[in-house]
């Protein structure tokens, strides 16, 4: 199970940090994908890591905003945002890839979080 936690409301230009823990497995040996998906669009990729320590990867509109990081020790995985824009408000999920590669395609991921709520305004 993963569970995510972090989201709110901020304003533009505002920052939040993202996080996701996992109950019942190892997160460390899984590829770890942060998405998104807003209301009447398609869930996309935000950015993942691969298992352990892994290769990052970026959407093209989270290059320079958004980071993502893993804690072995509390067996979760963050995302930090900044410069957030009123378009970056959706649900963010997080997911895990038992291939342990870590990619921004959302097939491949085994278990999904709930998803938590990020609202940016103007």
């Known amino acids: 199970q993963l569970v995510e936690s972090g989201g709110g409301l901020v304003q533009h230009g505002g920052s939040l940090r993202l996080s996701c823990t996992a109950s019942?497995?190892?997160?460390?040996?899984?590829?770890v994908g942060w998405f998104r998906q807003a209301p009447g669009k398609e869930r996309e990729g935000v950015s993942a890591?691969?298992?352990?320590?892994?290769?990052?990867y970026y959407a093209d509109f989270a290059k320079g905003r958004f980071t993502i990081s893993r804690d072995m020790a509390k067996n979760m995985v963050y995302l930090q945002m900044n410069s957030l824009k009123p378009e970056d408000t959706a649900v963010y999920y997080c997911a895990a890839d038992a291939s342990g590669w870590g990619t921004l395609a959302v097939q491949p991921y085994d278990v999904w979080g709930q998803g938590t709520q990020v609202t940016v305004s103007s």
């Open positions: 890591i691969g298992s352990g320590v892994g290769r990052t």
């Open positions: 019942g497995f190892t997160l460390d040996y899984y590829g």
